[in-house]
Structures are given as C-alpha cells and as structure tokens.
Nanobody, 126 residues
Framework: QVQLVESGGGLVQAGGSLRLSCAAS????????MGWFRQAPGKEREFVAA????????YYADSVKGRFTISRDNAKITVYLQMNSLKPEDTAVYYC???????????????????WGQGTQVTVSS
C-alpha cells in the first residue's frame, strides 16, 4: 500500500501561483511513477502532469505546458506541482497518484495509477 496526502491548495487570483505537495508513505517511493490529475465540477478527471520514478522524464497536458512544473524529491518522498500563471479554468480538485515502476506506464490514463490521494482544492478567481 502507498498512502498519498496532498496539500498546498487554496484560493488564488488569476495570474498567481501555488505549489502543491504530495507526501507519500508506505512502499518504496522510488518504485513508483507519479502523476497529477484534476477534476472540475461536472467534468471528468483529467491528466495534468506526470514524472517518472527517477525524475528523469516529465510529461504535461497541453493546457498547462509552460505554466506548471512537476518535480519529485525521493529523499523526502514527496512530489510537487508548481503552478504559475494560474487561470480560472485551472479551478479543480487536484489529485496525486502513484503508478508502479514495473510494467507499462500510460501516464495520461488514470487507470494506470494504483494509488490516489484524497485531493486538494484549487480555486482561481478572475
């Protein structure tokens, strides 16, 4: 089992920044690729960003590319999502998720991830 706890959400004005954190516990963190997803009211959960187990590869949704940065600190067993130039359409509950390093990793697909956090609300006002 891997337990994931997100933090760092909140209310911010458009153009502002937030940094989300996802603290992991349980099994060896470096055995997992990590992803961030979000879900806005009335919409399906969507992929935001992902990072490989080593941190050597990162991937972003087109809607956040150039504004968001995903990173991880395996020593601190934490993954981060730095969000800059926030827009009202970024408003959602943000979830981090863990996918096992072994096997195929389709980083955009939520089904690939075995463990999920409880989510943290991000609200961007216009």
């Amino acid at each position: 089992q891997v337990q994931l706890v997100e933090s760092g959400g909140g209310l911010v004005q458009a153009g502002g920044s937030l940094r989300l954190s996802c603290a992991a516990s349980g099994r060896t963190f470096s055995n997992y690729h990590m992803g961030w997803f979000r879900q806005a009211p009335g919409k399906e959960r969507e992929f935001v960003a992902a990072i490989s187990w080593s941190g050597g590869s990162t991937y972003y949704a087109d809607s956040v590319k150039g504004r968001f940065t995903i990173s991880r600190d395996n020593a601190k067993i934490t993954v981060y999502l730095q969000m800059n130039s926030l827009k009202p359409e970024d408003t959602a509950v943000y979830y981090c998720a863990a996918a096992p390093r072994a096997g195929t990793w389709s980083f955009r697909l939520s089904q690939t991830y075995d463990y999920w956090g409880q989510g943290t609300q991000v609200t961007v006002s216009s």
